[in-house]
């Protein structure tokens, strides 16, 4: 554990940081990115929602028609690296907070999360190049893997700010 704690010290912490927030404006201003398909269809990607229906995604496909269909597959092959950094991201910093000796559950719930996300992507991928014609399994199962995800992603959150109010607790006791 403690080769994990030397590898997220506070140099890759920021270069993570800094990757994240680079991924993601590629992810937005980038070609066929988000702001394109808001441009030409007025609505955002399922991969935002947290849960998806038939009606929801068929609604959504066809209004985007081809050219956002097509911008959403090229932006699903970007969103592959996303979910490695906010994982490593979330997983360093939970290290650098709870600082574990032995192995610890807690910081693989980050990796949950990124699991969940290609699951996700790989099942709207597959929607997106289906429709009209969807198979509601496939519905089923993207629409499983949106709730565990961003389940997940909260319950990061949660765990990152539960470790950060400890170790505020702790420093303060030590300096007393």
């Known amino acids: ?18 990757s ?9 201003f980038g070609e066929g990115g988000l702001l394109d398909i808001w441009k030409l269809s007025g609505m ?12 929801s995604l068929s609604e959504m496909f066809t209004k985007w028609g ?8 090229r ?9 490695i950094i906010y994982s490593v991201l979330m997983t360093g910093i939970l290290i650098r907070l709870i600082q574990p000796v032995s192995p610890n559950i807690w910081v693989i719930i980050p990796s949950l999360a990124m699991i ?7 099942f709207l991928r597959v929607l997106v190049y289906d429709f009209p014609n969807f198979i509601p399994e496939y519905i089923s199962y993207a629409s499983l893997f949106s709730t565990l995800k961003w389940g997940s992603i909260l319950f990061s959150f949660i765990l990152i700010i539960i470790a950060l109010i400890n170790r505020r607790k702790k420093y303060a006791a030590q300096n007393k």
């Open 1 to 18: 554990m403690k080769n994990l704690r030397v590898f997220f010290s506070n140099t890759m912490l920021i270069l993570l940081v800094i």
């Open 20 to 28: 994240y927030f680079v991924i993601s404006g590629i992810m937005y």
């Open 44 to 55: 955002l990607i399922p991969d935002l929602s947290i849960t998806h229906s038939q009606e």
């Open 66 to 73: 081809p050219q956002c269909r097509l911008y959403y597959i």
């Open 75 to 83: 932006y699903q092959y970007r969103d592959f690296i996303y979910p």
């Open 116 to 122: 969940f996300d290609f699951a996700e992507n790989y």
